[in-house]
């Protein structure tokens, strides 16, 4: 019951009751987070038509992200980002509500979910902290008396939520002070500073792969465009710029998430491609309220449908992409299979990969699923005693080639021969010592 608690996990729990009921294949659990991934989608599309009253502007967020390359991929895969996300939205919803009709339901709603974001993902107790402090500007500055209700709702649910979230570490981990020690393990793990031009290139790498070069730099042009607008606006319209809560303000609070969520436990998001998933959410509003800005009149309404369809059916080709990739490093490409079998006729009781340098295919050598493609055992080599005389070595292809197997060569005090390359992988003979 204490598995995996140094994350709240209200929705996992939820899994695990799904699970007894529906069995634990994995169609189980995709199934869930499928659901939770259309829940999601729904929970953007409803801010969006509540905060713009616009069916294209919703629709083109909803679509847009739920065709963005890390959402596809990951839309049913077990993930706590997810999960805070879902509360989130409809968070936001309720509150939307409340703001625009002064709803006691939609108020006693937003104080619940934001009890159950601290029930649910740290992420979600970050997003609670924006939306906190946002409407604490607007309830000081415009004397606002809905905002005010609503940020007390907000304080008071979470100040339950988190009494119900230390309560039950603590039962489950038999005392604070176990807790604690979890809790500072798993935060200095997560926090392990990363040298920053490293982090920052592979987060770049990152979000090139999960929303595609062109996008990142659309949407940073666009967020710009429309805070520009709309503060001119203001100015014309005598219209406050912090008002009740809309899908600028969503915006702003999810892409403050993201941004703390990423930088703050930087060696989680080093490792880590799908925890910049919090960008999803400002992604699709910013490119959604473009949309809204654009289409004016009915012409142009037009012009904004086909250019978001455009850029729906680019994101698809671009998920499909990155799924591919994503399996290629899972499972094996087509070449990497038939360079494993092609080795079956030669003579050597077992494969030893060797690790030269951290890299994703390093976990295709660490299950059943490799042995699926062969007809030897393999064993990871942690150490050079573990080449043995006429054994198979396996290591990543590098450039560099003769440096890496004179370097192994020393490392384990054997002689490599008969060098077998394929796309990704090569082979060697281990002969005996150096």
Partial sequence: PNYNTDHPFLVKAALQQYTKLVGSEEWASRSFYLAVSFALAAGLFTVLLTTTGNLLTSLTGAAVLVSLPVF???QSAVKFETDGMLVAVWLFVALTRHQRTGSRRALAATGILAGLAFLTHWSAMLFVAALSTWLLI?????RDASARRALLAVVTGSALGAAMLAALMDFLQGGWQNVLVIL???????????????????EWDYAKLNFSEALVWFVIGAALLIGVSRWR???????????????????????LVAVAWIFIFRQGSFVHVYWQSWFCLPIAVIVALTAEEVSVTPLRLVGAAALAA????????ASRRAYAGVLADQLGTDADIAFLRSLRNDRFPRFVFVPVSEASLDSWFQGPLFE???????VLATSGDALRDGDKALVLRFVQRDAVVSGLERWSGKRLANEK????????????SR
């Fill in 372 to 378: 699926y493609y062969t007809d030897r055992p393999v």
């Fill in 138 to 142: 607007v309830a000081w500055r415009r």
């Fill in 233 to 255: 606006k203001r100015g014309v319209s005598g219209k406050p710029l912090l008002g009740a809560p809309g899908a600028g303000a969503f915006a702003v609070c999810t892409a």
């Fill in 310 to 317: 455009v850029l729906v059916a680019f994101l698809t080709v």
């Fill in 184 to 202: 500072r393990n798993a935060f200095a793990i997560r926090s392990d500073p990363i040298p920053f031009a490293a982090w920052e290139a592979r």
């Fill in 72 to 74: 596809a991929v990951y």
């Fill in 421 to 432: 390359c394929g796309p990704r992988f090569c082979a060697y003979d281990v002969i005996g």
